[in-house]
């Protein structure tokens, strides 16, 4: 059985799935692929998840890095879950880009070239936002491009951590905004 929750948050209302076990889902709910991952049997019910979920949440929205993360489920390709698993080492207040992660995972699979666009479309279709940190990635040549939330909200999250946003900016025109 999946579960659901709704959090109330600064940048918009959010819902949260979970097994049980871990967090499955986090979604804006106006974001792009909302609630893709959900399954269609659900139940509104709170769980030991959720407050975990709730507790980073709060904490994040204050202005603070959380020092845990709540279970997870990844629930995805390896691709995707091993692009996630990246998304979860960039530091608070950090961003990597596109070409990098597709750097380092053609390193582990000792290839010589890994694509940056299969990349974006893992990081595009993260199914739990925040908490696995897609909003940290950014263009190569610093465009806040990508963000299944929506641009603002990134440029607002990324304020929201500190980073330094001095060498960002939204592009103009493209097919990632």
């Known amino acids: 059985m999946e579960y659901i929750r709704y959090y109330e948050s600064p940048l918009g209302r959010i819902l949260m799935s979970c097994d049980g076990k871990g967090l499955s889902g986090l979604w804006f709910v106006d974001q792009k ?3 893709a991952t959900l399954s269609e049997k659900y139940q509104e019910k709170n769980t030991a998840v959720f407050d975990r979920a709730r507790e980073w949440l709060d904490m994040y929205f204050q202005g603070q890095e959380p020092d845990f993360t709540p279970p997870l489920t990844l629930n995805t390709t390896p691709f995707r879950k091993r692009v996630w698993e990246i998304l979860l080492t960039i530091p608070y207040g950090h961003t990597m880009t596109y070409g990098e992660i597709a750097g380092r995972i053609a390193a582990e699979k000792g ?3 890994m ?8 990081v595009g279709h ?6 696995i940190p897609c909003h940290r990635v950014v263009g190569t040549d610093g465009s806040l491009t990508g963000y299944a939330g929506g641009i603002e909200r990134k440029r607002k999250l990324l304020t929201l951590e500190r980073a330094d946003m001095s060498s960002f900016f939204v592009p103009k025109k493209g097919t990632a905004l």
């Open 126 to 131: 993260n199914a739990i936002s925040l908490i």
């Open 33 to 35: 692929y909302y609630a």
């Open 111 to 113: 290839l010589s070239h």
């Open 115 to 122: 694509s940056a666009q299969a990349v974006g479309g893992a």
